[in-house]
Every structure is written in structure tokens, then in C-alpha cells.
């Protein structure tokens, strides 16, 4: 399905104010996101036993993405029986547009599915292990806290510590540090050398990869060309004029990517083990 710019045609200009900030965001996370584009977990990983390795980790944060996603639409739509008009009308379309592509999104057949489901496929197609992403899933069907679900399971305590500050961001319920947080630490950060691997992977394992090399290549279509600069806009119309929030902004980014460093650092370590 290919990706356009005219479903934000809607959109005006972001005020000169608004643009700066932005620029100045970008621009204080630029050391955090250097260092994980250049971070050694890539180059590291050779073949299935590694990158099995990865994505048993890295779901955790697939699924959590999803969970910053819904909060961020519980926030800024209405989700209550009866429906009443809730926030601002364009912020309404912005989260409503990366939730359908998030959430239903289509396979390589044209199906609809979410971007979790596609990267759980793409594990099982590839041998990794997903008993741990569903034993998880199961206890949240059922109501358990999810916190104390992730802390039983035995993940990688750099992995915990990723999922569990997304948790408490969403539970702090300020929508423009959520908002901070679901556009600053995206999958984007993944660099072109990781999905070339993948495709020299795919290429020395016929048919084992196909899933995933599409699950990378849409999702980071979809991020460069539509939900970035969606979400962008996002966080200008919630901090608006506040240069606080604007601040808030800034120390939950520097966050998230610390912690994204940290955890490629506990997956990194983990494959030298073997």
C-alpha cells in the first residue's frame, strides 16, 4: 500500500514558534540519537541465534509502543459510551491516523493486522521464542498489573526497565510527556546498516526473514513519510506555548533514549554469552 502526504493536506503550516522548539528538540537529542545509530548491537548481530536474541527483547518495546499509542488516543479522543467531542479536532486526526496504520495496518497479502501482531509473526517465522510476549499478553487480558507481570517474567532486566518507565509515563497521565515519549523513541532509530543486514539475512536463509524485512520496511516508510511528522505536530499543539511543558518534553526524550541505549547495551551483553 503506498504512502502519500495527502492525508495531511489538512494541515497548515506550524507556526514559526512551534517549528523552533521542535528544531531545538531535535537538535538536544542529536548526541543520544548518534550514539544509537552508531551503537555496536547491530555489527553484532551474525545470524538467526542473534537476531532470535534481538527480537525476543525487542517486542517488549514493539508492545509497549502500541500501549503509548492508545493512551495517547484515550487522551486526545473520546473512547466513552456515550460519545462526546473531547480536544482539540486536529490533534483527534493526528492520533487517529497513526492508530489505523499502527493497528491495522496490512500484511504482505493486503490482510489487515497490527504492527505487533506482523513482528510476532515474523518471530515465529524465524524460530524466536514468543512464549514470554504472550504469557505477558495473557496476564494483561486478565486484568494483572502490568508492572508486576513484567517483573516476574525472565526478561532482561535492561528490558524491564524500558517497558516499566513507558508504564509509569502512561500512569502519570500528562499527555505531552507520553506524546514525548511515543515520537521520540520510535523505531526509526534503527539505522539503515540493521534492515541491510536483515536483507543480506533473508538472502542467506531463504524465506525465514520475510516478515520481518517487511514489518522494518514498512514501519520505517510509514514513520519517515507520515507518523513522524504527525507526531511532531503533536507534541507542538499540546505544549503549545508553555515552555515547561516544552522542558518536560525534552527530559522525557533524554530519557527514553538513554533507556533505549540501555537496552540495546542488555542485548548486546546477552548475545556475548554465547
Not at 532470535?52 to 466513552?80: G, P
Not at 494483572?144 to 513484567?150: A, R
Amino acid at each position: 500500500m503506498p504512502v502519500t502526504l495527502e492525508k495531511t493536506a489538512y494541515l497548515p503550516p506550524l507556526l514559526p514558534f512551534y517549528q523552533e522548539k521542535l528544531n531545538w528538540l531535535q537538535q538536544e537529542l542529536r548526541p543520544y540519537r548518534q550514539a544509537l545509530m552508531q551503537h555496536p548491537l547491530y555489527e553484532s548481530i551474525y545470524d538467526l541465534a542473534d537476531l532470535r536474541v534481538f527480537m525476543e527483547n525487542h517486542i517488549f518495546a514493539v508492545w509497549d509502543f502500541m500501549s503509548l499509542l492508545k493512551s495517547l488516543q484515550r487522551h486526545l479522543t473520546c473512547v466513552d459510551v456515550p460519545w462526546t467531542p473531547h480536544g482539540n479536532p486536529a490533534n483527534r486526526r493526528l492520533i487517529n491516523e497513526i492508530v489505523l496504520e499502527e493497528e491495522t495496518d496490512v500484511d504482505p497479502a493486503g490482510q489487515p493486522i497490527s504492527h505487533f501482531e506482523l513482528y510476532i509473526r515474523a518471530m515465529e517465522e524465524c524460530g524466536a521464542d514468543t512464549r514470554l510476549i504472550h504469557e505477558l499478553m495473557v496476564g494483561v487480558q486478565q486484568g494483572k498489573e502490568v508492572l508486576s507481570e513484567m517483573e516476574a517474567l525472565p526478561v532482561l532486566a535492561n528490558t524491564k526497565s524500558f517497558v516499566s518507565h513507558t508504564f509509569k509515563t502512561i500512569q502519570a497521565g500528562q499527555a505531552h510527556r507520553i506524546a514525548a515519549a511515543f515520537t521520540f523513541g520510535r523505531e526509526d532509530v534503527i539505522p539503515d546498516m540493521f534492515r541491510a543486514l536483515i536483507g543480506d539475512m533473508n538472502r542467506r536463509y531463504p524465506g525465514t526473514l520475510d516478515t520481518f524485512q517487511y514489518y522494518m520496511d514498512r514501519h520505517i516508510q510509514l514513520d519517515d513519510a507520515v507518523h513522524s511528522p504527525l507526531a511532531m505536530r503533536m507534541v507542538a499543539e499540546l505544549c503549545g506555548q508553555d515552555e515547561h511543558k516544552w522542558e518536560e518534553c525534552l527530559t522525557e526524550a533524554i530519557t527514553c533514549q538513554k533507556l533505549r541505549l540501555h537496552l540495546w547495551d542488555g542485548i548486546l551483553a546477552n548475545l556475548r554469552r554465547y
